[in-house]
Every structure is written in structure tokens, then in C-alpha cells.
């Protein structure tokens, strides 16, 4: 059974280019969450997608954006990208049945120059 | 405000000694309670979670936590620690009105041979 897989792993933007970020949820799971970590910090809730609709949305600038696939698949999307965006950005997903029994990828580490 | 405190940064416990972790929120509602441990450059493991019942909940790896709701606390514990135990380990909570977690700072734990 895969559990949450994120792509990539690494990446390296400068100042003011854009960022996609993918997310694939456990099987079985039909809800998406995104969270930046960044360093020496707890994770923030970007956002969340069900029904490939944005359910909810944290203290986070339209700069970010997201979408899910009918396959439940999610993409982040950062515009504009600034240096205080270099973080750990997760993935969650959840049942709908149960939002916050939420399971965490690996991570993709964004670092921006 | 609602909030999510862990109050010790960082941790050192010996090998084969018992850990204790502290983790207070503030909410106007008892919310859904979680710990996570992220070990270096991974994402998120949830170790246990707490919904309502019974306020002694047990999780993976042989860790247990206790939830006080005269003190507003879900103190994560470990009666013997393995070296493989060193991680980061968050408290989160769920509001029960919205899909967000939100997450403490976070506890580093260091275990010593």
C-alpha cells in the first residue's frame, strides 16, 4: 500500500520564478492538505482540496495555489517566489470521512536564491 | 487566541530512560489531539491520537499519551527510549470546526548511550 508520495524531492528556484509541486495521496484517501515547514519551525496550513475544490485556506498570500486532479492528485503552485519561501513543503492526505487523521509525505525541500 | 505549546525546545534522555514530552493548547473546545515525530530530512509519522474516551491513548512505537483537560495538556510519553527514538517530535491539534492542523514549534529529542 503507497502512502503519500511528493516530486520532487529537491529544488532550487531564483527570486521571482514559479514553483509546481506535486502531491499523490494514500490509496483510499480522497482529501489533500499542503504545509510549509520552515526551518526550525512546525508545520503551516497552506491549504486543503476535496472534491477538487479549495476547502480551506491558511494565512498565506494568493502567491499560492493549488489544484486537485480527479485522481486526487494535487499540485502547489507558488508565484513570484521570494527568499522566505525556502521551507519544507508537505503533503497530507486524509479520508473525507475522517479530515484530520491527516498522513504526511517526505516533503519537498524548496530552496530559493 | 488558539494556540499550540510545546514548551521544551530541546530534550537529552539517556538510553533505557523514560521521556516525557509537554504539549498545551488553548482552544475554546477540547480538539482533536495528535503527536508527530519527523526524523531528519523526512516528513511527518503520526505516533497517536486522541478524538475523546478513554484519556490514556497508546500509539507505535511504544509511546502513550495522556490527555488532561483541567489542564489543557496531551503530554506525550516513553517509558524506555531507543536510540532510534532521537527526532523531532510535534504536538498538533484539530479544532473540530475547520479541516486545519496546527502545529507547536516542536520538541528536539537527543538520547545519549
Known amino acids: 500500500d503507497a502512502g503519500v508520495t511528493q516530486s520532487p524531492t529537491h529544488l532550487i528556484k531564483t527570486r521571482g520564478q514559479q514553483v509546481t509541486l506535486r502531491c499523490s495521496p494514500k490509496s483510499g484517501h480522497d482529501t489533500v492538505s499542503w504545509y510549509q515547514q520552515a526551518l526550525g519551525q512546525g508545520p503551516q496550513f497552506i491549504f486543503q482540496?476535496?472534491?477538487?475544490?479549495?476547502?480551506q485556506r491558511g494565512n498565506f498570500p494568493d502567491r499560492f495555489s493549488g489544484h486537485q486532479f480527479p485522481n486526487y492528485s494535487s499540485e502547489l503552485n507558488v508565484n513570484a517566489l521570494w527568499l522566505g519561501d525556502s521551507a519544507l513543503y508537505l503533503c497530507?492526505?486524509?479520508?473525507?470521512?475522517?479530515?484530520?487523521?491527516?498522513?504526511f509525505g517526505p516533503g519537498t525541500r524548496l530552496t530559493v536564491t | 487566541a488558539q494556540s499550540v505549546t510545546q514548551p521544551d525546545i530541546h530534550i537529552t534522555v539517556s538510553e533505557g530512560a523514560s521521556l516525557e514530552l509537554r504539549c498545551n493548547y488553548s482552544y475554546g473546545a477540547t480538539p482533536y489531539l495528535f503527536w508527530y515525530v519527523q526524523s531528519p530530512g523526512q516528513g511527518l509519522q503520526l505516533l497517536l491520537k486522541y478524538f475523546s474516551g478513554d484519556t490514556l491513548v497508546q500509539g507505535i512505537k511504544g509511546f502513550e499519551a495522556e490527555f488532561k483537560r483541567s489542564q489543557s495538556s496531551f503530554n506525550l510519553r516513553k517509558p524506555s527510549v531507543h536510540w532510534s527514538d532521537a527526532a523531532e517530535y510535534f504536538c498538533a491539534v484539530g479544532a473540530r470546526v475547520d479541516y486545519k492542523l496546527s502545529f507547536g514549534a516542536g520538541t528536539t529529542v537527543t538520547v545519549r548511550a
Open positions: 482540496y476535496y472534491e477538487e475544490e479549495e476547502r
Open positions: 497530507a492526505s486524509s479520508a473525507a470521512r475522517a479530515p484530520y487523521e491527516q498522513y
